[in-house]
T-cell receptor, first 115, second 110 residues
Framework: GAGVSQTPSNKVTEKGKYVELRCDPI?????LYWYRQSLGQGPEFLIY????????DSGLPNDRFFAVRPEGSVSTLKIQRTERGDSAVYLC?????????????FGPGTRLTVL | DAKTTQPPSMDCAEGRAANLPCNHS???????VYWYRQIHSQGPQYIIH???NNETNEMASLIITEDRKSSTLILPHATLRDTAVYYC???????????FGQGTRLTINP
């Protein structure tokens, strides 16, 4: 079956602009996660959804970052007033439900470059 | 979640077993050991996880020491496609997020 998909695969924007990154989880997966990966580092947790609600947004770096999942499926990560330090690969993952025994399936990521 | 320590890089010959160590000396009783890998330009891929017993699946084996302070991921017959960064993660039962460290960059040589 289809895995987690993310669009766009690459996004180049200018400092100060607004961007939206989209994640389509595996069908039927209720849990959805966003991570950010800077060059040479491991992925860093941003936010986790269980259904439509954000169950843990402790990883969002500041209030310029926001994510939604209005119908409990597709999620959008929104970044306002982008800064050069926001440049990274943004990864989305989904799992069948929550719980430590449920593996997370990752998408290929969106590479964001802020000029 | 407990911190993990892994060597930054390792090499292994194709066809041989690759043994990747991980130290997690502060692991607590309800924390699981997870392994993920990330092939260049792809998202991380789940490999295996365990609590205290050794585990095996079609990809790898996970050996956890009796005191649970360290573990080893074993790829029994490494191929060139196994070249990747391997992450050892300790995750509590109530925790949803994965906390990635720097991982081990494994290079399989022909």
């Amino acid at each position: 079956g289809a895995g987690v998909s993310q669009t766009p695969s690459n996004k180049v924007t200018e400092k100060g602009k607004y961007v939206e990154l989209r994640c389509d989880p595996i069908s039927g997966h209720t849990a959805l996660y966003w991570y950010r990966q800077s060059l040479g580092q491991g992925p860093e947790f941003l936010i986790y959804f269980q259904g439509t609600g954000a169950a843990d947004d402790s990883g969002l770096p500041n209030d310029r970052f926001f994510a939604v999942r209005p119908e409990g499926s597709v999620s959008t990560l929104k970044i306002q007033r982008t800064e050069r330090g926001d440049s990274a690969v943004y990864l989305c993952a989904s799992s069948l439900t929550y719980g430590v025994w449920n593996e997370q399936f990752f998408g290929p990521g969106t590479r964001l470059t802020v000029l | 979640d407990a911190k993990t320590t892994q060597p930054p890089s390792m090499d292994c010959a194709e066809g041989r077993a690759a043994n990747l160590p991980c130290n997690h000396s502060t692991i607590s009783g309800n924390e699981y050991v997870y392994w993920y890998r990330q092939i260049h330009s792809q998202g991380p891929q789940y490999i295996i996880h365990g609590l205290k017993n050794n585990e095996t699946n079609e990809m790898a084996s996970l050996i956890i020491t009796e005191d649970r302070k360290s573990s080893t991921l074993i790829l029994p017959h490494a191929t060139l496609r196994d070249t990747a960064v391997y992450y050892c993660i300790v995750r509590g039962e109530g925790a949803q997020k994965l906390v990635f460290g720097q991982g081990t960059r494994l290079t399989i040589n022909p």
